[in-house]
C-alpha cells in the first residue's frame, strides 16, 4: 500500500496526514501555521509536520501533496501571489523545491480552493463541469472542465471574489467575514461569528434573518453570472457557513429562479460540500497523482 503526505495549508492553521493510495485519510492532524510570521516560518512549519508524518508512517511515503493559501504556479511549483496581509514573504517562495531538497520525495502543490474541487470532483458532489466557490473570509472559485482544473493564462482563473457584483467586490458582499461585520455593525457590537449568526438568526432574530437574505441575495447574483458564462453542471458551495444548508438552500435558489432564464436555470444543480474540512488534502491528493500521470 503506498502512502502520502498531505497538507491544507491555511493562513491560520495547517491540517496535514497520511492518505493512502485509494484517497482514504488513515491519520490526521492540526496545528497552527504561524503564517503571519512569514514565509519562511511557515515553510519551517510545513517541513516540521511532514518530519513528523514521515516519523509516524510505516513505510517510506511516496509524495508529499500540498493545498496552500495563494495563487500557485503548479509547473513551477511555486507562489505566484499571496496577500501580504495573511502570509507576508510568501510571494515567489519555491515551495515545491524545498519540500524535495528537504525530504528528497516528489512534492507536487496547487491552489486550496482548487484542491477542494478536486476533493468535491472526485469524493463529493461534484461532477460533469463544475464550478466550485468556498465562502469563507473571501470567496474563491475552481471551474473543473472534463475532469481537468481551469487554471486560465495566468493561473487566476477562478478568482471570483474579485469580480463586481451590484457595484462592489463579490466577496465585499457575500463572504462569512461580510455577513458577520454587517451584522455586528448593526447590532453596534465589536464582532460575532458566523455559528452565532445562524443561532441568532433560528431564535427569531430580525437582524441576522435579513443579513441573511442579503447574502443570498448577493451570493445568487454572482451565481447567475457563472451560470450565464459557464453553463456548467453543477454549482458546488463549500466553506463553514455552507454547512447552514437547511436554511441557505431555499434562500439561494428562490433568488436563483428570479434572475435566471428557466433554460439556464433548470440545467445547473446548485449543490453543497459534502468533504467539508477535509477537502484540501484530498484535493492535494489526487491533483498530486493527476501531475504525475502527465509528466
Known sequence: MSLYICMDIGSTDLKYGLIDEAGRILLKQSRPSEAGQGGPRLMEVVKEAAAEMISRAVQRPEGICLSTSGMVDCEKGSILYAYAGQIPEYTGMPVKSIMEEAFHI?????????????????????????????????????????????????????????????????????????????????????????????????????????????????????????????????????GGIMAQERMLRPRIERVLAQKLLPVVYGSTRLCFAKTKNDAGMIGAFYHFQNQRRKE
Open 106 to 238: 516528489p512534492c507536487e502543490i496547487e491552489n486550496d480552493v482548487k484542491c477542494a474541487a478536486l476533493g468535491e470532483y472526485y469524493q463529493g458532489e461534484a461532477a460533469g463541469d463544475c464550478f466550485m466557490m468556498t465562502i469563507g473570509t473571501g470567496i474563491g472559485g475552481c471551474y473543473i472542465r472534463r475532469g481537468e482544473v481551469v487554471h486560465g493564462a495566468g493561473a487566476s482563473a477562478g478568482e471570483v471574489g474579485y469580480m463586481e457584483v451590484n457595484g462592489r467586490r463579490f466577496q465585499d458582499l457575500a463572504s462569512a467575514s461580510a455577513l458577520c461585520r454587517r451584522v455586528a455593525e448593526r447590532k453596534g457590537i465589536s464582532s460575532i461569528t458566523g455559528y452565532e449568526v445562524f443561532d441568532q438568526a433560528k431564535e427569531g432574530d430580525a437582524i441576522c434573518l435579513e443579513e441573511i437574505d442579503a447574502l443570498c441575495e448577493a451570493l445568487a447574483s454572482g451565481i447567475a453570472i457563472l451560470c450565464y458564462v459557464l453553463n456548467p453542471d453543477r454549482i458546488v458551495l463549500g
